[in-house]
């Protein structure tokens, strides 16, 4: 069957012919590569129409409210799966068998502790800088420590990088919170489980035993589960951008981490503790809706909205009933930042501006809740994204270096400055 095209007419030029080209699913893409021998470039600032690569690690279909990894929907995993199994999904493709999943588990838990050096790059911070400025600095600095997985034309340099930075990040993570309290750091126990072990290192001392309670455990390993990828967000964009020059792994997932710090992507979960701080009391929530849908404020009712779903974010429906399940187990429903967030939720959802907008709370209004609850402190919270999604960057990245075709990614622009002019010399300048 001949091949579809989309013929492009142009004033003053030849028609090009577009050609169409079809995924597994959502919409058609056209290949637009026959622009650029015509001297022409398309626009489309903040990429809304724009597919940057091929993909087959996750999809979106964000009228539908879909997500799916490697095909299977984010619901199911979040209830049937653990964060490590999806780990291996995401990263080669399927579901491992019991005894993938073990020696995959085996090979991480020999990577979770950190190189005595890096750990004294932590007392060169202050002690209350913010953690993700601490993590940009570490994981960067993670490419100095492994010369033996810098090789990114080699596979099995790649997936050592990919067990590195997955086993490290909650270890490394964990040291920027015990560092701001003046705690000792806590080494990671390899018999725990992925988000038992991140708790353990974040909250045990020394001089008490503590066992991480369980109902909070698997709210984290959701949490996990439900931030581990998301498509080609701008932290994953990043990530792609930093790798097709060639860098290393560890210096291309510093490059997400500093994407993800931003407030409009995984900033959110802490923007929106600081927002119900801010809102202090149910009574004024209305004060601050009025805020939100006034064209000449610039303040948005944090934790919703998103670029891709129009409908609802699936995660926020299964963090929703998380987050219900850790205030009933910790019994803060009368928390007077909690009352506000249910109260936010309650008339954001009914307010017609927001309903005719399509803004349903997103995964992070949730998540912040649920972190708060948990105990971990807000300027944690991106943290916590940040490893999650670590495995969704690393799986892009492979996915972008292993493929044949794969070059630098430059893009053009729209030059809207001077004309060519000649320079002036100083004393002529008026
Ligand atoms: N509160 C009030 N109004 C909003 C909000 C909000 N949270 N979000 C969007 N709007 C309005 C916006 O003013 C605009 O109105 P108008 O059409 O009258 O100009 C309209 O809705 C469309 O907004 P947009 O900025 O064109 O939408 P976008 O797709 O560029 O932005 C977003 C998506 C997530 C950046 C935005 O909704 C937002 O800033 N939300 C708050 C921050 C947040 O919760 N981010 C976390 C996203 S989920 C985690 C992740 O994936 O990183």
């Known amino acids: 069957m001949d091949k579809e095209v989309a013929k492009l007419t142009l004033p003053g030029k030849e028609s090009l012919d577009l050609p169409i080209i079809k995924g597994t699913m959502g919409p058609d893409v056209l290949d637009i590569g026959a622009l650029s021998k015509a001297d022409l470039f398309t626009f489309d600032p903040g990429f809304r129409s724009t597919a940057s690569c091929e993909s087959k690690i996750t999809f979106i279909d964000g009228n539908k409210g879909l997500l799916l990894h490697r095909g299977y929907p984010i619901e199911q995993l979040a209830e049937k799966s653990d964060f490590l199994e999806v780990c291996y999904l995401l990263l080669f493709g399927e579901l491992p068998t019991q005894t993938q999943k073990d020696k995959f588990i085996s090979k991480l838990k020999n990577h979770t502790m950190i190189h005595e050096q890096l750990i004294k790059f932590y007392s060169g911070f202050r002690r209350d800088a913010h953690p993700m400025a601490i993590m940009c600095g570490v994981v960067g600095a993670l490419s100095a420590f492994y010369h033996d997985s810098l090789d990114i034309h080699n596979e099995e340099h790649r997936e050592t990088a990919a067990l590195r930075l997955i086993a490290k990040m909650p270890t490394l993570a964990a040291m920027c919170y015990k560092y701001s309290i003046g705690h000792p750091f806590v080494s990671p126990l390899n018999k725990m489980s992925f988000a038992e072990n991140f708790l353990h290192m974040m909250f045990s001392v020394p001089s008490e035993e503590s066992v991480p309670n369980p109902i909070l455990v698997k709210?984290?390993?959701?949490?996990?589960?439900?931030?581990?990828?998301?498509?080609?967000?701008?932290?994953?964009?990043?990530?792609?951008?930093?790798?097709?020059?060639?860098?290393?792994?560890?210096?291309?997932?510093?490059?997400?981490?500093?994407?993800?710090?931003?407030?409009?992507?995984?900033?959110?979960?802490?923007?929106?503790?600081?927002?119900?701080?801010?809102?202090?009391?149910?009574?004024?929530?209305?004060?601050?809706?009025?805020?939100?849908?006034?064209?000449?404020?610039?303040?948005?009712?944090?934790?919703?909205?998103?670029?891709?779903?129009?409908?609802?974010?699936?995660?926020?429906?299964v963090m929703r009933k998380t987050c219900y399940e850790?205030?009933?187990?910790?019994?803060?429903?009368?928390?007077?930042?909690?009352?506000?967030?249910?109260?936010?939720?309650?008339?954001?959802?009914?307010?017609?501006?927001?309903?005719?907008?399509?803004?349903?709370?997103?995964?992070?209004?949730?998540?912040?809740?649920?972190?708060?609850?948990?105990?971990?402190?807000?300027?944690?919270?991106?943290?916590?994204?940040?490893?999650?999604?670590?495995?969704?960057?690393?799986?892009?990245?492979?996915?972008?270096?292993?493929?044949?075709?794969?070059?630098?990614?430059?893009?053009?622009?729209?030059?809207?400055?001077?004309?060519?002019?000649?320079?002036?010399?100083?004393?002529?300048?008026?």
């Open 219 to 317: 709210a984290m390993d959701r949490i996990f589960i439900l931030h581990a990828d998301h498509e080609q967000n701008a932290s994953t964009s990043t990530v792609r951008l930093a790798g097709s020059s060639g860098a290393n792994p560890f210096a291309c997932i510093a490059a997400g981490i500093a994407a993800l710090w931003g407030p409009a992507h995984g900033g959110a979960n802490e923007a929106v503790l600081a927002m119900l701080s801010e809102i202090q009391t149910v009574s004024n929530i209305p004060k601050f809706i009025d805020k939100a849908k006034d064209k000449n404020d610039p303040f948005r009712l944090m934790g919703f909205g998103h670029r891709v779903y129009k409908n609802f974010d699936p995660r926020a429906t």
């Open 326 to 430: 850790v205030l009933d187990a910790l019994g803060l429903h009368d928390d007077p930042l909690f009352a506000i967030a249910l109260k936010l939720e309650e008339i954001a959802l009914k307010d017609p501006y927001f309903i005719e907008k399509k803004l349903y709370p997103n995964v992070d209004f949730y998540s912040g809740i649920i972190l708060r609850a948990i105990g971990i402190p807000t300027n944690m919270f991106t943290v916590i994204f940040a490893m999650a999604r670590t495995v969704g960057w690393i799986a892009h990245w492979n996915e972008m270096i292993s493929s044949p075709d794969q070059s630098i990614n430059r893009p053009r622009q729209l030059y809207t400055g001077p004309v060519m002019r000649d320079f002036i010399d100083v004393s002529k300048r008026g």
